[in-house]
């Protein structure tokens, strides 16, 4: 019991102290406790405007306070009062952007700072009325992960800063604002909209979408925003979304945030959803039609837990946020839908895993879990490392201990870190305890957390479900199966996806052809059946692909497909001209999460 103690006090006491070096803020000093914004979206000129709020908790003496801000015009800083305060932007930091100080006189805790966005906000994404699904009206959203929270409100935009926050925003009366938090699910006539997050949050997961969107509840606690144009298909594409959230509170104890929506973005959306609290953001191109993407809006749900619920301390850390959450989605996924289900979404993300290792390099500091970014953007440590790699280790554990056991571990880590923030460090000091490791099974933990690549014996997904597609690619490829021939009835995506991803890359022009005679692979309107066949058959000389690759790169802007899409064309000599023009073109349409990416493909 008293080791147990000093443990949680140790723990309790480096939560406090610990350095974020993505971050200017000094939080043992001076730490951002409450944010109030009142901000004004003008969708004519794109600028975001108004006054930051910030409530502070300061040490006694200490003159100034350090805040996160990049390429914001700093007009004004006041105290509570009114009186103005004495600030300077220093110098600029790659990644970074300049850090904001400001003079605190001794009784001073409270501030405003007025500002505005530029155009280089690059959290923001203005879209025209021509790139949404409605045509008519403009759109905006926000990417707040890993550090661009600081590009549209000037905040303390470390994982390991929490606070509470509201809002007031005014939009044109035509739009509707959603944030993540308590959300209005209809427009009023006034254009004005009041939003407030009363649990902690680091600023990462503050976040805001404004456009033409509709609002359908699916549940008592859940319900999706759209467009108009895309909200009974996006209704029905989520409609185990109230049984996903019982699945997981089932799991791993209540769920603490009230609602849990989600809203359907713009395809330019640059990631699959981000986990914003109450209101997860996704990307259209889950829209499969028949449901079997959905695993993205579990993966985004676990986040509820790992992740937002308990927070890494530092992005050297990511792990703690996506291996959990890799591996709490699985079992939502095995809970609703089976064991066999599950075990497919598992060798895609080792198939996964192995491609990141073998581009990284298996010796590659960046395959570690525990990363060093330190002087890099921290948007460079979110890889399939920190998800797949991250999972089997948790897998590891469950194995070690039990699944009882380690289920039972997962209910108290969550309570115990509720709304706080953890390092690997803190972590490994409370699992030893907790799950009582032997001095071998910490080493083992150890190495998988500290040394690149993955161990020697570690236990390869598996499923039954693929091995029944494996036939069906032997026979196909040996000749002994025509298309039509092959057995595929009720086959799932993710089956396909495996059948796609294992075909032989010397796969002749003739049997490609024949595949696609019969499936229609290169139309196919699911977006990741689509990106497996064009990454696969264009490398091959099928031309018939190149339009569609072009047509999928200027409507899709999910960094998940765009990317490596670009970097095969890019390697293609018949197409490389042909990928940087189109690259041209189809840039403005992607947010610069995306953009700045794919930059580096063609510089």
Same mark, same amino acid.
């Given at each position: 019991?008293?080791? *147990?103690?000093?443990?949680?006090?140790?723990?309790?006491?480096?939560?406090?102290?610990?350095?974020?070096?993505?971050?200017?803020?000094?939080?043992?000093?001076?730490?951002?406790?409450?944010?109030?914004?009142?901000?004004?979206?003008?969708?004519?000129?794109?600028?975001?405007?108004?006054?930051?709020?910030?409530?502070?908790?300061?040490?006694?003496?200490?003159?100034?306070?350090?805040?996160?801000?990049?390429?914001?015009?700093?007009?004004?800083?006041?105290?509570?009062?009114?009186?103005?305060?004495?600030?300077?932007?220093?110098?600029?930091?790659?990644?970074?952007?300049?850090?904001?100080?400001?003079?605190?006189?001794?009784?001073?805790?409270?501030?405003?700072?007025?500002?505005?966005?530029?155009?280089?906000?690059?959290?923001?994404?203005?879209? =025209?009325?021509?790139?949404?699904?409605?045509?008519?009206?403009?759109?905006?959203?926000?990417?707040?992960?890993?550090?661009?929270?600081?590009?549209?409100?000037?905040?303390?935009?470390?994982?390991?800063?929490?606070?509470?926050?509201?809002?007031?925003?005014?939009?044109?009366?035509?739009?509707?604002?959603?944030? =993540?938090?308590?959300?209005?699910?209809?427009?009023?006539?006034?254009?004005?909209?009041?939003?407030?997050?009363?649990?902690?949050?680091?600023?990462?997961?503050?976040?805001?979408?404004?456009?033409?969107?509709?609002?359908?509840?699916?549940?008592?606690?859940?319900?999706?925003?759209?467009?108009?144009?895309?909200?009974?298909?996006?209704?029905?594409?989520?409609?185990?979304?109230?049984?996903?959230?019982?699945?997981?509170?089932?799991?791993?104890?209540?769920?603490?945030?009230?609602?849990?929506?989600?809203?359907?973005?713009?395809?330019?959306?640059?990631?699959?959803?981000?986990?914003?609290?109450?209101?997860?953001?996704?990307?259209?191109?889950?829209?499969?039609?028949?449901?079997?993407?959905?695993?993205?809006?579990?993966?985004?749900?676990?986040?509820?837990?790992?992740?937002?619920?308990?927070?890494?301390?530092?992005?050297?850390?990511?792990?703690?946020?996506?291996? @959990?959450?890799v591996y709490f989605e699985r079992r939502i996924m095995e809970s609703l839908y089976g064991k066999d289900y599950a075990d497919m979404l598992a060798v895609l993300g080792y198939q996964d895993l192995i491609e990141?290792?073998?581009?990284?390099?298996?010796?590659?500091?960046?395959?570690? $879990?525990?990363?060093? $970014?330190?002087?890099?953007?921290?948007?460079?440590?979110?890889?399939?490392?920190?998800?797949?790699?991250?999972?089997?280790?948790?897998?590891?554990?469950?194995?070690?201990?039990?699944?009882?056991? @380690?289920?039972? @571990?997962?209910?108290?880590?969550?309570?115990?870190?509720?709304?706080?923030?953890?390092?690997?460090?803190?972590?490994?000091?409370?699992?030893?305890?907790?799950?009582?490791? *032997?001095?071998?099974?910490?080493?083992?933990?150890?190495?998988?957390?500290?040394?690149?690549?993955?161990?020697?014996?570690?236990?390869?997904?598996?499923?039954?479900?693929?091995?029944?597609?494996?036939?069906?690619?032997a026979a196909f490829v040996s000749g002994k199966k025509e298309p039509v021939q092959l057995e595929v009835k009720n086959w799932s995506s993710h089956e396909w996806l495996h059948f796609l991803r294992n075909l032989?890359?010397?796969?002749?022009?003739?049997?490609?052809?024949?595949?696609?005679?019969?499936?229609?692979?290169?139309?196919?309107?699911?977006?990741?059946?689509?990106?497996?066949?064009?990454?696969?058959?264009?490398?091959?000389?099928?031309?018939?692909?190149?339009?569609?690759?072009?047509?999928?790169?200027?409507?899709?802007?999910?960094?998940?497909?765009?990317?490596?899409?670009?970097?095969?064309?890019?390697?293609?000599?018949?197409?490389?001209?042909?990928?940087?023009?189109?690259?041209?073109?189809?840039? $403005?349409?992607?947010?610069?999460?995306?953009?700045?990416?794919?930059?580096?493909? @063609?510089?």
């Amino acid at each position: 019991m008293i080791r *147990t103690i000093l443990i949680l006090l140790l723990i309790s006491s480096s939560l406090l102290m610990a350095h974020d070096y993505h971050s200017f803020a000094k939080p043992e000093d001076c730490a951002l406790t409450h944010a109030k914004f009142d901000l004004n979206i003008d969708f004519e000129n794109k600028v975001i405007s108004g006054i930051a709020y910030l409530s502070l908790k300061k040490v006694k003496n200490v003159k100034e306070v350090f805040i996160d801000t990049k390429d914001l015009d700093i007009i004004s800083v006041n105290d509570i009062s009114g009186k103005a305060l004495t600030f300077e932007l220093l110098e600029k930091v790659e990644f970074l952007g300049r850090a904001l100080r400001i003079e605190l006189p001794n009784d001073i805790s409270e501030i405003s700072i007025r500002y505005k966005t530029t155009t280089k906000s690059s959290a923001l994404q203005w879209l =025209s009325p021509e790139q949404t699904k409605g045509k008519k009206y403009p759109f905006l959203f926000t990417q707040g992960q890993a550090i661009l929270s600081r590009t549209w409100i000037p905040v303390q935009d470390s994982p390991g800063i929490r606070f509470t926050w509201e809002a007031n925003i005014s939009c044109d009366k035509n739009l509707l604002p959603v944030m =993540s938090g308590l959300n209005p699910q209809s427009k009023n006539a006034s254009g004005n909209y009041h939003f407030e997050m009363n649990k902690p949050v680091p600023a990462y997961l503050i976040a805001l979408a404004v456009g033409n969107l509709d609002f359908k509840s699916l549940g008592p606690k859940t319900g999706v925003y759209s467009e108009p144009e895309m909200l009974e298909m996006s209704a029905l594409e989520f409609s185990d979304l109230e049984a996903m959230l019982q699945a997981a509170e089932a799991l791993y104890g209540e769920y603490k945030w009230g609602r849990y929506d989600v809203i359907v973005l713009p395809p330019s959306f640059p990631f699959g959803g981000m986990e914003n609290p109450m209101l997860t953001f996704a990307t259209p191109t889950i829209l499969a039609g028949d449901k079997s993407l959905t695993s993205l809006i579990a993966h985004e749900l676990a986040h509820s837990w790992s992740g937002n619920l308990v927070t890494n301390q530092t992005w050297d850390d990511f792990w703690l946020n996506e291996g @959990f959450t890799v591996y709490f989605e699985r079992r939502i996924m095995e809970s609703l839908y089976g064991k066999d289900y599950a075990d497919m979404l598992a060798v895609l993300g080792y198939q996964d895993l192995i491609e990141t290792i073998t581009d990284l390099g298996n010796e590659s500091d960046d395959t570690k $879990l525990k990363l060093n $970014l330190k002087g890099r953007d921290a948007d460079d440590g979110m890889t399939d490392i920190a998800y797949e790699k991250g999972c089997l280790l948790l897998l590891q554990l469950e194995k070690m201990k039990g699944r009882q056991a @380690f289920d039972k @571990f997962l209910n108290e880590y969550f309570n115990n870190f509720a709304f706080k923030s953890i390092s690997t460090e803190e972590f490994l000091e409370y699992i030893s305890e907790r799950l009582a490791l *032997t001095a071998d099974e910490l080493s083992v933990m150890k190495t998988w957390i500290y040394q690149p690549g993955l161990p020697g014996e570690i236990a390869i997904p598996s499923s039954s479900l693929f091995e029944n597609v494996d036939a069906e690619i032997a026979a196909f490829v040996s000749g002994k199966k025509e298309p039509v021939q092959l057995e595929v009835k009720n086959w799932s995506s993710h089956e396909w996806l495996h059948f796609l991803r294992n075909l032989p890359g010397n796969l002749s022009l003739d049997k490609v052809e024949n595949l696609d005679d019969v499936f229609e692979f290169t139309a196919s309107g699911n977006s990741e059946i689509k990106f497996a066949w064009l990454m696969k058959v264009i490398p091959l000389g099928y031309k018939k692909a190149d339009k569609a690759a072009d047509e999928f790169l200027l409507s899709v802007g999910r960094r998940k497909f765009v990317l490596p899409m670009f970097k095969m064309l890019a390697a293609q000599p018949r197409l490389k001209e042909h990928a940087k023009e189109l690259y041209s073109n189809a840039r $403005l349409g992607y947010h610069s999460v995306t953009a700045q990416s794919v930059d580096e493909v @063609f510089n």
